[in-house]
């Protein structure tokens, strides 16, 4: 087991996202979180990736543990230099007053000395061709789709094993979004272990191997993708049927 949440409480002052969850993540495997929005998804990605939330003081209980050890004494910094996890957050978050090569060298600043980074930047604009013809315009600039395959280049910039993904399609036409997640599709195929949230749920079953249901910070139904395809009130909630 590569990421296990445990009883997993959140509170920002008085609200309360999160009210005991437990999931876990295999190395290897694309796994999902829905349901709707105020469930609890991004509190969960942000819990897991230890960042701090701007608007009020944390309070967590249970625990996270990744490879059997907690992180929740974990700096930042330390998920992403030391356990290479890496986010890529709902809302993108690019620098777009810089260029889309000045966005991946940011992503670099944890790196080893010594990695192979012309041989990552290669990799992934081979991944995303778009942004490489585009490396030297300012981010700004780029479609809505581009600037999503930016966040998660970025994101895989830092070396990243596992990667966390929060609404990697919103906004997104859908001949961008089916093209994105099939590259997420070639990332895992390729040993990415991903932990995806995602808007579209029926998108979201039909690319992981496994999901969980959130409702009001819980998680009410769980399964394989198959099962919860299937699963009768799963498809009346969130999957239009």
């Known amino acids: 087991m590569l990421l296990s949440i445990e009883n997993l409480c959140v509170k920002y002052g008085n609200i309360q996202p999160l009210h005991g969850i437990s999931f876990h993540v295999n190395e290897g495997e694309i796994v999902t979180l829905i349901g709707a929005n105020g469930a609890g998804k991004t509190t969960t990605l942000y819990a897991i990736a230890r960042l701090p939330p701007p608007e009020a003081p944390r309070v967590i209980s249970g625990d996270i543990k990744f490879q059997g050890q907690s992180i929740l004494a974990t700096t930042p910094s330390d998920i992403v230099r030391n356990l290479h996890i890496a986010l890529s957050p709902e809302g993108r978050h690019i620098f777009g007053n810089l260029t889309v090569l000045e966005n991946l ?70 001949v961008l979004k089916y093209e994105l997640f099939r590259k997420l599709k070639q990332l895992n195929e390729e040993g990415m272990t991903i932990l995806l949230i995602e808007q579209n749920a029926n998108l979201a079953l039909h690319l992981a191997h496994r999901g969980y249901v959130l409702d009001t910070g819980k998680i009410v139904a769980e399964g394989t993708s198959a099962e919860l395809l299937g699963n009768p009130e799963v498809k009346k909630a969130y999957l239009g049927g």
């Open 105 to 174: 060298k940011l992503a670099t600043y944890a790196r080893e000395k010594g990695a192979d980074l012309d041989k990552e930047y290669e990799y992934v604009f081979n991944l995303f061709p778009r942004l490489h013809e585009r490396r030297h315009q300012r981010s700004e600039s780029l479609s809505g789709g581009e600037q999503q395959m930016l966040a998660v280049a970025r994101a895989l910039m830092t070396g990243c094993k596992t990667l966390l993904l929060d609404e990697p399609s919103m906004g997104l036409a859908p």
